[in-house]
Nanobody, 127 residues
Framework: VQLVESGGGSVQAGGSLTLSCVAS????????MAWFRQTAGEEREGVAA???????TYADSVKGRFTISQDNAKNTLNLHMNSLKSEDTATYYC??????????????????????WGKGTLVTISS
């Protein structure tokens, strides 16, 4: 499975941006897909996660501002980001794994359990 992110860019604080992640194929009947972000010198952190039945979870820092969604027909995962802040500046990664275990955006172990990763897309928020 190859994951390719797009949609990153530079926006002003308070603005919106939508990231997309296209999967080359999807062979799992149950799965977890998630968005992560990382800045230089920091650990990769979960932002939002979704499982095959549509249940979603979010990091506290983005609740109410970000929405994760999936378009199964297009093998696409989206992250709609509103009310962006300078602290949202990071490289954003899409990832996927088989199964739903530990699929919580706030779980510190989630990044280590993902099977497939995209190469990331940079989001820069200017104040």
């Amino acid at each position: 499975v190859q994951l390719v992110e797009s949609g990153g860019g530079s926006v002003q604080a308070g603005g919106s941006l939508t990231l997309s992640c296209v999967a080359s194929e999807f062979i799992y009947s149950t799965y977890c897909m998630a968005w992560f972000r990382q800045t230089a010198g920091e650990e990769r952190e979960g932002v939002a996660a979704i499982v095959d039945d549509g249940n979603t979870t979010y990091a506290d820092s983005v609740k109410g501002r970000f929405t994760i969604s999936q378009d199964n027909a297009k093998n696409t995962l989206n992250l709609h980001m509103n009310s962006l802040k300078s602290e949202d500046t990071a490289t954003y990664y899409c990832a996927a794994k088989r199964g739903r275990y530990d699929c919580y955006a706030g779980s510190p172990s989630l990044p280590y359990g993902m099977d497939h990763w995209g190469k990331g897309t940079l989001v820069t928020i200017s104040s």
